[in-house]
């Protein structure tokens, strides 16, 4: 009698065992694209091939902290203007700090092929990093200092190093900081 309760519940503790498992995500975390647009200065549509269909995501960069830009719309390429362009009605007000965000990210980036990846699947906008020719676009922005690393989302000590040593070699976002004692001291060591 025990050996046929033995042989009906093994069964049902092993299904129950295996129902507390983890969700495992089997995506592959990395693809690679064409940036088809900059649409804000921390995000991109990136078109992709996956499984003979064409699809695209838009991306958010991870770690960087854009400012007042992120999130902010960049104007779009018109087909008239010059590469690189960015024609703005007269009745739109315009941020200085917007446009050349834009700009440069769209220099940097547009029709490039890059490779992705992703660390947040939460549609409709992913998260992660963006590599371009081998580097780690997200990186490069902090340490040729066009932006600061934000802090809110990673406690990541290189990144922290990166954006010391663009602080201390005075680039970017950090030239105006010339001559301030407190920065200064920072450099020192």
């Known amino acids: 009698m025990k050996n046929i309760l033995a042989f009906i519940l093994l069964p049902l503790l092993a299904t129950n065992s295996l129902a507390k498992e983890h969700y495992v995500d089997l995506r592959d975390v990395n693809f690679k694209g064409k940036v088809v647009e900059v649409s804000s200065p921390n995000i991109f549509k990136i078109e992709t091939t996956q499984y003979g269909s064409q699809r695209h995501f838009w991306i958010e960069l991870i770690n960087v902290d854009f400012g007042v830009v992120a999130g902010k719309k ?7 203007g010059k590469i690189g362009d960015y024609v703005t009605p007269s009745f739109i007000k315009t941020d200085s700090k917007l446009q ?13 092929l890059i490779q992705a990846e992703i ?23 902090i340490a040729n200092g066009l932006y600061r690393v934000d802090y809110k989302q990673t406690r990541d000590a290189n990144l922290a190093i990166l954006e010391r040593h663009a602080r201390c070699q005075r680039l970017g976002i950090w030239k105006s900081k010339l001559g301030i004692p407190e920065e200064d001291m920072k450099c020192q060591n």
């Not at 960049?74 to 008239?80: D, E, N, P, S, V």
């Not at 965000?101 to 029709?111: I, N, Q, R, T």
């Not at 992913?126 to 490069?140: P, S, T």
């Open 74 to 80: 960049c104007q779009h390429r018109t087909l008239a």
């Open 100 to 112: 050349q965000s834009c700009k440069y990210m769209d220099d940097l980036l547009h029709e490039k």
């Open 119 to 141: 660390t947040d699947w939460s549609q409709p906008i992913l998260k992660g990093y963006l590599f371009y020719d081998a580097v780690n676009v997200n990186n490069e922005l």
